[in-house]
Nanobody
Framework: QVQLVESGGGLVQAGESLRLSCAASGSPFRINAMGWYRQAPGKQRELVAVITSGGRTNYADSVKDRFTISRDNAKNTVYLQMNSLKPEDTAVYYC???????????????WGQGTQVTVSS
């Protein structure tokens, strides 16, 4: 099993910044794509940003030019740098990873427990 542990959420004011971290650990694995999703109350979970094993990135239009996703393969960690935060960014943010289990050679999608980001106006 692979576990994803998130950190970095909190309460900030509009215009401030946060950096979320997500570290993967557990059974032998190789991570392919990693991403961040978010879910606001009463809303569907939506993709925020994704980064492939080759370093290609994709962002939701609502966060483009404000958020930056990156990864440290040596630490099995993905980051989300969030700048110029807006109240509409308030949500629970979930880390996601598509990981190849090196024992079974099967690909699984794993999710973190979520971390709350609240942006006040």
């Amino acid at each position: 099993q692979v576990q994803l542990v998130e950190s970095g959420g909190g309460l900030v004011q509009a215009g401030e910044s946060l950096r979320l971290s997500c570290a993967a650990s557990g059974s032998p694995f190789r991570i392919n794509a990693m991403g961040w999703y978010r879910q606001a109350p009463g809303k569907q979970r939506e993709l925020v940003a994704v980064i492939t094993s080759g370093g290609r990135t994709n962002y939701a239009d609502s966060v483009k030019d404000r958020f930056t996703i990156s990864r440290d393969n040596a630490k099995n960690t993905v980051y989300l740098q969030m700048n110029s935060l807006k109240p509409e960014d308030t949500a629970v943010y979930y880390c996601n990873a598509d990981a190849l289990n090196l024992l079974s050679l099967r690909l699984f999608t794993y999710w973190g427990q979520g971390t709350q980001v609240t942006v006040s106006s």
